[in-house]
Structures are given as structure tokens and as C-alpha cells.
């Protein structure tokens, strides 16, 4: 997106979470989240937010509980 691309994390970074607020089963959204943390350096909040994207886009599929 716009604010990621310029290196206007800080930003992009609200923007993600105002989406998670309107849906937060949007595992796309978690995983641009995730991209945002890592590139600040915070290795913990990425993974978790890998773990509840996987989690949510399985979730997607009749055939995974």
C-alpha cells in the first residue's frame, strides 16, 4: 500500500488495525500487520500475527475445524 511503500510504517501500521476493527477475520490484513512488524524489528509481534492469519484464512476452508 501507499503508507508501507513510503516507509510510513508508523502510519500504515494505524490504518491496518482501524481495518482489523471492521473485520477482523481478514487474515491478509494480519499478514500486512505482520510485514510491518517485522520490518520494525519485532520478530514476537510478526509471529503471532502469522499464527492468527494461518489460523483464520484455514478457518476459511469447510473442511478445516
Request: with cysteine; proline share 5%.
Amino acid at each position: 500500500d501507499l503508507y508501507f511503500s513510503n516507509e510510513m510504517t508508523t502510519e500504515a501500521l494505524a490504518i491496518y488495525q482501524k481495518a482489523l476493527e471492521l473485520d477482523n477475520d481478514n487474515p491478509f490484513t494480519r499478514l500486512a500487520i505482520a510485514q510491518i512488524y517485522d520490518g520494525q524489528k519485532k520478530p514476537q509481534e510478526a509471529y503471532e500475527q502469522i499464527k492468527i492469519a494461518f489460523k483464520l484464512y484455514c478457518k476459511s476452508f469447510s473442511y478445516f475445524p
